[in-house]
């Protein structure tokens, strides 16, 4: 993923995660696909959320 999109994603909750609240750096962002790609989820910005690697880790 490209860093503008990235930066896309990070902006959308304003440097927030988008499951707890917590903020984070952009560097320690992880990207989640709201509709996992497996699934037939895209990478469109609306399909994003920033996530901490907690939350990443016990959604997956």
Known sequence: MNKETRLK?????????????K???????QV????PKRMGG??????LNPSCRRCNHYKG
């Open 32 to 35: 989640d696909h709201i509709v």
């Open 9 to 21: 994603v990070y902006n959308k909750y304003g440097g927030h995660c988008a499951y707890c609240g």
């Open 42 to 47: 895209s990478d469109d910005i609306k399909n």
């Open 23 to 29: 903020a984070i750096e952009l560097k320690d962002m």
